[in-house]
């Protein structure tokens, strides 16, 4: 797998601010750029971090990639999947940078918008679930209807599809949501053992799932 790329495309940094109940449509991405509803939470973790959320999607967009939440070095870089686990997914999606990162055709939704923290064993900490109680109906809402979802890891399948069933599970009966919705483990290191012991993802999933993206990027 390919190296971290050195340099995440142009983003505006959040400003301070509050979660903002008010204001239009095409303010979204702006008012949850600015919300701190979780600055105690990540306060008390042990990297004792600020919000940060990282907002990457605009309405139209031709596939929406549904995730967890963003890991530490997305936060530092504002980017999302600006790391190996972001190679890997582009990978698996068949698709470059250019095309990952061009919000008119790609919208990436997180499960939660900001880094969590780390627990006290260096892991991530689960997506605080009061982020999309709060942002995610508005969210799907300003985005629209995609031509594909792809939803990445547990926290995302639970949360678009109400599953609550090992990923093994649901990833193993990923032909019941296709074509329009693909589910997948999460593209981090700590999977490379599932990968390993279900060839069938590579030899069967990923093939159609870079046909559904090709699909979905097609022009009008």
Known sequence: ????????????????????????????????????????????????????????????????????APGLQVHKANTPFWDRSGTRLREWLGIDEAV??????????????CFPGYNAAGSDLPPPPVCAATWHADALAYIGTPRLRVLVGG??????LGLRQPVTRTVMNWREHAPGTFVLPHPSWRNNAWLKANPWFAAELLPELRQAVRRALEPD
């Open 1 to 68: 797998m390919s190296a971290t790329p050195a340099h995440p495309p142009s983003t505006v940094p959040p400003e301070p601010g509050q979660p903002d109940p008010s204001g239009t449509d095409a303010d979204l991405p702006a008012r949850i750029a600015r919300c701190r509803i979780c600055a105690g939470r990540f306060a008390a973790t042990a990297t004792a971090h600020s919000p940060n959320p990282v907002v990457w999607f605009r309405p139209g967009a031709r596939i929406v990639i549904a995730s967890q």
């Open 155 to 160: 926290y995302a399948h639970r949360l678009h």
């Open 100 to 113: 990952f990162y061009d919000r008119e055709r790609v919208s990436i939704l997180p499960s939660a918008f």
